[in-house]
């Protein structure tokens, strides 16, 4: 099983990361990966880039020599409501949004509120994918969750880095996630999360998860780049017509 679109990579503009967008492009070419998302932490993160970072991704060329390239981030979710710490017409700017935790912008606090926060952020209608919800310092109710992202049209993202080098432990939970977003007929996607573009498009252990639980093929959202330029525009997205050059291709 091939999957040749990546939703969540980082570049040296999160200080924490180590490859360029030119990096990426090439090790995208050398694996067949046809479409990727550059996904930087968002500006409440303590490395993470200004903001002017993201509007300025208009500069960024939409396919590069085969290669299509998404203008997106990772989003800090900020509190219990939902908040996220990018927002109003700027969004739109933008190809795709992920949000998730993360310790220095929201320490971990109880299954109740990371539930709520989770929730509202989806119903928020800002956020696309919620990013590593197995995360297990940040215990969820899972079933709520799977059912309000397939109620509202965001994906779950099964993180592969969450099984290599972040987030140790979330293998239960991912696995759980997986069966609770099949059961309420929702959609998941993969991420490699690379901090560095070697990474780009690993996703084996990931990939035994939906395995492991006969995930549905056809609502795995990376399975092509049709599949997830659809559901981005399925979302509200404009302007995604440019990578129509790579529909048709598959595993």
């Not at 999160?14 to 090790?27: F, G």
């Not at 989003?75 to 996220?84: D, H, L, P, T, V």
């Not at 899972?142 to 397939?150: G, N, P, S």
Request: aromatic share 8%; net charge negative.
């Amino acid at each position: 099983m091939k999957f040749l679109v990546d939703v969540h990579a980082h570049t040296i503009a999160s200080t924490h990361a180590y490859s360029t967008v030119y990096d990426y492009l090439s090790v995208a070419s050398e694996k067949g990966i046809k479409l990727f998302a550059i996904t930087d932490h968002g500006p409440d993160m303590a490395d993470a880039p200004h903001f002017w970072h993201f509007v300025n991704m208009r500069v960024l060329p939409r396919i590069v020599n085969g290669v299509g390239v998404l203008r997106g981030i990772e989003a800090n979710i900020k509190n219990e409501n939902g908040n996220i710490d990018f927002f109003g017409d700027y969004l739109q700017t933008l190809d795709i949004v992920l949000a998730g935790f993360h310790e220095p912008v929201f320490p971990p606090s109880t299954e109740t509120i990371h539930t709520k926060a989770l929730v509202n952020c989806i119903e928020s209608g800002k956020v696309d994918i919620i990013s590593h919800p197995g995360n297990p310092a940040y215990p969820i109710d899972i079933k709520r969750v799977a059912e309000a992202a397939a109620a509202h049209n965001v994906a779950l993202e099964i993180n592969n880095s969450s099984f290599l080098t972040s987030r140790q432990g979330s293998l239960k939970n991912c696995t759980a996630i997986a069966k609770a977003v099949k059961a309420a007929g929702g959609d998941l996607v993969l991420g490699s999360d690379s901090h560095v573009a070697f990474s780009l498009g690993d996703f084996d252990k990931a990939i035994e998860v939906i395995q492991s639980v006969a995930f549905p093929l056809d609502r795995i959202l990376n399975r092509n780049p049709q599949a997830l330029v659809n559901f981005l525009t399925s979302r509200g997205h404009q302007g995604l017509s440019e990578y129509e050059p790579l529909f048709g291709v598959d595993r």
